[in-house]
């Protein structure tokens, strides 16, 4: 059985940080494309953030460039997500997911599990 579990949200004010964090369990981690996505209250699912297996790949949206690094360790099947500068409209539910192989980072159709999601809450 696949399991995505987030953790490392919370409630952080303006300008703060937050790393999250997402463990795999039950699927060869390494074989899989990993990403970050959130949703707002009212919005729909937006993509954040994205690495290739190796971690050697990157893809960051235009909101999260400059202030944001996904990084991942195969030995602990765990991606990250460092956070800084938080601004009030990074409010929402961050949710990490798995793509196996090779394809596009951003949409997430190609992505095949998903976690339940960390709420991160930023107070202005």
């Known amino acids: 059985q696949v399991q995505l579990v987030e953790s490392g949200g919370g409630l952080v004010q303006a300008g703060g940080s937050l790393r999250l964090s997402c463990a795999a369990s039950g699927l060869p981690f390494s074989n899989y494309r990993m990403g970050w996505f959130r949703q707002a209250p009212g919005k729909e699912r937006e993509f954040i953030a994205a690495l290739s297996r190796s971690g050697v790949i990157t893809h960051y949206a235009e909101s999260a460039k400059g202030r944001s690094t996904i990084s991942r360790d195969n030995a602990k099947n765990t991606v990250y997500l460092q956070i800084n500068s938080l601004k009030f409209e990074d409010t929402a539910v961050y949710y990490c997911?798995?793509?196996?192989?090779?394809?596009?980072?951003?949409?997430?159709?190609?992505?095949?599990?998903w976690g339940l999601g960390t709420q991160v809450t930023v107070s202005s």
């Open positions: 997911a798995a793509a196996p192989g090779f394809g596009d980072y951003t949409n997430d159709r190609p992505y095949t599990y």
